[in-house]
T-cell receptor, first 113, second 115 residues
């Protein structure tokens, strides 16, 4: 069965620190991968997605993620975080041509000013 | 476009009462998804529709939950009778075509509290 595992439930960083949020998935086949973000009091928004091509994907607000097929991973990175990055981040996966997406449990990121 | 619209935004009810959550997808989108978010279980897919037809309801927790999509612009999720463990945020999302070519757009959610 498909599953997504996010390693950290809660991360606290200071502004300007570098960020890496871990995500591993379990799926026997070609996958599409996503990171969604939910800012406080707001709905989920797509941050970035990967479905083919360059395994290093760049998204909005300076975020990027790298798909490492051999490790079944899709970690999210940002070189220098800002207070406004405080949010909950969800990694998600679906099988190629699947309609539904499986979400991880999320990582709550707090950035200290 | 107004995006995905959900109502109500907050609902407080007593155990045993019927609860109806509503969703209006983005015009032209042919997929509609209902999710539930809790601290313990994260974001779970409950059911999804394609062209108003339910495709997969395997995530619906039990018979107390039902969902309908009578037309392309409206869907409901009903809980009858409601229980305290149903307290969660319920999200509706819509997309045009199959992911990943078209992302899912989420509504603001309905925060349900069952006392």
């Amino acid at each position: 069965a498909q599953s997504v595992s996010q390693h950290n439930h809660h991360v606290i960083l200071s502004e300007a620190a570098s960020l890496e949020l871990g995500c591993n998935y379990s799926y026997g086949g070609t996958v599409n991968l996503f990171w969604y973000v939910q800012y406080p009091g707001q709905h989920l928004q797509l941050l970035l997605k990967y479905f083919s091509g360059d395994p290093l994907v760049k998204g909005i607000k300076g975020f990027e993620a790298e798909f490492i097929k051999s490790k079944f991973s899709f970690n999210l990175r940002k070189p220098s975080v800002q207070w406004s990055d405080t949010a909950e981040y969800f990694c998600a996966v679906n099988g190629y041509r699947d309609d539904k997406i499986i979400f991880g449990k999320g990582t709550r990121l707090h950035i200290l000013p | 476009d107004a995006g995905v619209i959900q109502s109500p935004r907050h609902e407080v009810t007593e155990m045993g009462q019927e609860v109806t959550l509503r969703c209006k997808p983005i015009s032209g989108h042919d997929y509609l998804f209902w999710y539930r978010q809790t601290m313990m279980r994260g974001l779970e897919l409950l059911i999804y529709f394609n062209n108003n037809v339910p495709i997969d309801d395997s995530g619906m927790p039990e018979d107390r939950f039902s969902a309908k999509m009578p037309n392309a612009s409206f869907s409901t999720l009903k809980i009858q009778p409601s229980e305290p463990r149903d307290s969660a945020v319920y999200f509706c999302a819509s997309s045009l075509g199959t992911s990943p070519y078209n992302e899912q757009f989420f509504g603001p959610g309905t925060r349900l509290t069952v006392l």
